[in-house]
């Protein structure tokens, strides 16, 4: 199968800006924003407060907890969870709320033509 | 709990020889069946480089996380971790956290944007010609940089099996593993390299997790005792400490926050990495891969942390040092004391597959970097046909092999896992800034790509070779001299940096306009995946 996107003809007349106009797209793209910038901004701070505390603070990283397990060693397995949890998030947030919408838009550019206001022309399929 | 720790004697393993190459040959006489048969239908350009985006989710997935497990993760990180103990960790924990960055900010939107190359995301509103040159050219150099370290670990690998010490008899051995990788990249493509990624990921998990339930049977499946365990051999109780190689000086602290960046940083840079998004349909699908991967990454470090300390509780730091192969040879030393030659040839033979599947993946990407955004569409100006290309694409495989065996020689003997390391480093600053401002910010130019990526990729080759990793100290490439002005290791602290504000900078200052309909276009594909999903019925 030489399906050999992402430029075949069925975008090629589109008018992307009068798409990216469309207050469905802004939606879109405020929610995709909406999520993996605060996202990705609270996981780089917890992974660089705990790099920096392997580095600075030790001594409290060394602190056993139970046995030979040390506050270094359960921060580090929190990091494992954190990942997994973000991602588990992250799949369930975008079929909710980023899926759909994206599939609306994607089937409307590709079955209707946009009139100057960005509203669609239905019934003008291609 | 007393335990016996029996020496592992080196010289053992000579006897094995021929049951490891047996094994060895075996895996090679399989996945090469499998990859003939995978390139029967390899056609179209599509083919070649994006294995006809055929693949599913969790098959990408499996190969992605194949791509990513490479020797410096299974060798490299269980080295580290058998040696200075908790500081090996933190390659694990950067490995893994690193690819949040893929999944929310890259995958998805790149599969939604590009063809078959990273560049053909960066060159899409900014100027073609400049930015795919730039692209291309940190392409190759990420890749060379991933080579080297892959190249070493064999060579580490085989000089314990074979228990070959001289200078040439490694070289040989490295010369073996860059024809044969030739060999399947030039036959299979990006299918068959795909389909050898999958079966790899799949022994190499299984070995580990094999290996991992192994040693905690050894200790009642009590975590704490396995760290005692470790401490009891080294003899330090610093082992389950931050800081035993990181921590002695201000400037090995600052060392260590570089290398926590560019590994973070890193991944969602990687274009061997970036150019498996493009072997599945959707970009629902290149979301599945990740998710895949994290899982099948993260359990296999976790894998690690068990197998390093094992190491260094079992068969003991000292055995390890003095082994041929040095740091790398601590996972193939604990299968031989778990199992004996049986599971020290296992072990070696997915061991030396995954350097295998991990080169044949740097080199079709860098082939086809070559091919598609040097030869196609700089030197031919875009007339090239698609059968051209992909002939172009083949010959690359060649000279890159050819370098690839070369460079590797050099490399010999330095730990895998660092090596890679800076291998993230060069990506995470010549190619993670442009990535990230072309597809969020609306005002980004071509001079500021150009600056953003010349300056990253220049500054992070510069520092490198002006670094105790090349001069100046015991374990440095070239021992003797001495020229190494920057004090760190890794120079992701100040390259990457550096690359996101010339990427600012040269936006800010640009004063032709980029093209606001082509940024429209990018912004509407990458998220509604317009164009580059299957068409839907209307």
């Known amino acids: 199968m030489g399906n050999d996107a992402p430029t075949p003809d069925a975008a090629a007349s589109v008018d992307f800006k009068q798409v990216q106009s469309t207050k469905q797209f802004q939606e879109l793209r405020k929610r995709h924003r909406s999520f993996v910038f605060p996202m990705a901004v609270a996981f780089l701070l917890w992974y660089f407060a705990y790099v920096l505390l392997a580095d600075y603070a030790v001594g409290f990283m060394s602190t056993k907890v139970w046995g030979n397990i040390n506050i270094g060693l359960i921060l580090g397995l929190l990091q494992f969870v954190s990942t997994f949890a973000i991602t588990g998030w992250y799949v369930s947030y975008s079929n909710r709320r980023l899926d759909p919408i994206a599939a609306e838009i994607r089937h409307e550019i590709e079955g209707h033509e946009f009139d100057k206001e960005g509203n669609k022309i239905s019934g003008v399929t291609k | ?538």
């Open chain 2, 1 to 538: 709990m007393t335990l016996m720790v029996p020496a592992v004697n080196v010289a053992d393993l000579k006897d094995t020889t021929l049951l490891n190459m047996g094994i060895f040959g075996l895996f090679v006489a399989i996945t090469m069946v499998i990859v003939i048969k995978a390139s029967r239908n390899n056609k179209t350009a599509a083919d070649y480089y994006a294995a006809g985006r055929s693949f599913t989710g969790p098959q990408n997935g499996t190969a992605i996380a194949g791509d990513y497990l490479s020797a410096a993760s299974f060798l490299g990180i269980t080295g580290a971790i058998a040696i200075n103990g908790y500081d090996g960790f933190m390659y694990s924990i950067g490995f893994l956290v690193a690819w949040l960055v893929a999944l929310l900010l890259v995958a998805e939107l790149l599969r939604n944007t590009g063809k078959f190359t990273m560049a053909d995301v960066l060159s899409f509103r900014l100027k073609q010609r400049p930015v795919r040159i730039a692209a291309a050219i940190s392409t190759l150099a990420v890749c060379f940089f991933y080579l080297l370290a892959q190249m070493a670990g064999a060579g580490s690998l085989i000089s314990l099996l074979l228990g070959i010490s001289d200078w040439g008899g490694q070289a040989l051995v490295i010369i073996v593993v860059g024809a044969l990788m030739i060999m399947y990249v030039l036959i299979g493509g990006m299918k068959g390299t795909t389909w050898v990624q999958i079966i790899k990921a799949m022994l190499l998990i299984a070995g580990a997790a094999v290996m991992t339930f192994w040693v905690l049977a050894i200790y009642g499946f009590n975590l704490s005792d396995l760290l005692g365990g470790a401490v009891e051999t080294s003899g330090n109780p610093n082992m389950l400490n931050p800081g035993l190689q990181y921590g002695k000086t201000e400037t090995s602290k600052l060392d260590f926050m570089s290398l926590g960046l560019a590994l973070v940083l890193g991944t969602a840079a990687l274009p061997h990495v970036l150019m498996r998004f493009y072997t599945v349909p959707t970009a629902k699908e290149a979301r599945k891969s990740v998710v895949w991967s994290i899982w099948l990454i993260g359990l296999f470090y976790l894998f690690t942390l068990v197998l390093g300390y094992g190491a260094a509780a079992l068969v003991g730091a000292d055995t390890i040092k003095s082994a041929p192969g040095g740091v790398n040879s601590a996972a193939p030393l604990l299968a031989f004391h778990l199992g004996g030659p049986l599971l020290l040839g296992f072990i070696s033979a997915v061991a030396f597959a995954t350097i295998l599947a991990v080169v044949a993946g740097l080199t079709i990407t860098a082939a086809a970097s070559f091919a598609h955004d040097i030869y196609a569409s700089v030197i031919a100006k875009g007339k090239a046909d698609a059968d051209t290309e992909v002939k172009v694409a083949r010959r690359t495989v060649v000279v890159i092999g050819l370098l690839a065996i070369a460079g590797g020689i050099f490399a010999n003997g330095q730990n895998v896992a660092f090596l890679v390391a800076l291998a993230f480093a060069v990506a995470a600053s010549a190619n993670l800034p442009t990535i990230v401002y072309s597809l969020f910010w609306r005002k980004f130019t071509t001079q500021g790509a150009i600056w953003s990526m010349y300056g990253g990729l220049g500054s992070a080759i510069i520092l490198i070779a002006l670094s105790p990793v090349v001069s100046g100290a015991k374990t440095s490439m070239i021992p003797g001299a001495n020229f190494a002005i920057f004090p760190l290791s890794n120079p992701g602290i100040v390259s990457i940096p550096l690359a996101f504000f010339l990427g600012w900078l040269g936006s800010v200052l640009d004063k032709k306009l980029e093209d606001t309909t082509k940024q429209a276009e990018m912004e509407v594909r990458s998220l509604t995946g317009v164009g580059a999903e299957k068409a839907v019925d209307h």
